[in-house]
């Protein structure tokens, strides 16, 4: 699976758009971008993912670059909830272990009153 | 829907005791993975599991830990015997068919080990 690279940390006020950064410069072409969150003391959480086009839900917007060598998932309206690790995953269909997810640390969102 | 359940939530124990943590998916999710999570890091995969075989287990100390998933539903994790660095959060998740990488997570158990 490819890696990922993410800031350790990043602030964001309430009510403001949060964009978090990842880049994923070996990503290869049948590869997804998966992002999940993880609020503390419970189970990581699934957002959002894409292939190469822009996606957006009820939860997040993913925004991917036209090399696919970097995204950003965008939270519009951060609020205090919010806060949590933050993990970009790269993975797609590898064999016997599809989809393998490969976490690293993440980036700490925390969102200010 | 009911969510992924685990059990115990916490547990304490001595080192070189044993412990089992208890699994219950998602209903009708095929694939089931149990994952260890040390303090300050991302979770790490131990053991994934199609229905009742395991499809992945490159990275389950089989010294100590094992896992099963008997009739394809639940699933129990062992540790015997287990070790001071062994003290971690212990996640469950399971995913539905088609294969894809969207993993519904539980809980956890949260094991410290004296």
């Known amino acids: 699976d490819a890696k990922t690279t993410q800031p350790t940390s990043m602030d964001c006020a309430e009510g403001r758009a949060a964009n978090l950064p990842c880049n994923h410069s070996t990503i290869s072409g049948n590869e997804y971008v998966y992002w999940y969150r993880q609020i503390h003391s419970q189970g990581p959480q699934y957002i959002i993912h894409g292939l190469k086009n822009n996606e957006t839900n009820e939860m997040a917007s993913l925004i991917i670059t036209e090399d696919r060598k970097s995204s950003t998932l965008i939270l519009p309206h951060a609020t205090l909830r919010d806060t949590a690790v933050y993990y970009c995953?790269?993975?797609?269909?590898?064999?016997?272990?599809?989809?393998?997810?490969?976490f690293g640390k993440g980036t700490l969102l925390t969102v200010n009153p | 829907e009911a969510g992924v359940a685990q059990s115990p939530r916490y547990k304490i124990i001595e080192k070189r005791q044993s412990v089992a943590f208890w699994c219950n998916p998602i209903?009708?999710?095929?694939?089931l993975y149990w994952y260890q999570q040390i303090l300050g890091q991302g979770p790490k995969l131990l053991i994934q599991?199609?229905?009742?075989?395991?499809?992945?287990d490159s990275q389950l100390p089989k010294d100590r830990f094992s896992a099963e998933r008997l009739k394809g539903v639940d699933s129990t994790l062992k540790i015997q015997p287990a070790k001071l660095e062994d003290s971690a959060v212990y996640l469950c998740?399971?995913?539905?068919?088609?294969?894809?990488?969207?993993?519904?997570f539980g809980p956890g158990t949260r094991l410290t080990v004296t």
């Open positions: 209903s009708g999710h095929a694939t």
């Open positions: 998740a399971s995913s539905p068919p088609p294969a894809g990488g969207e993993q519904y």
């Open positions: 599991f199609q229905n009742n075989g395991v499809v992945d």
């Open positions: 995953i790269v993975t797609g269909y590898s064999g016997g272990s599809n989809y393998k997810l490969t």
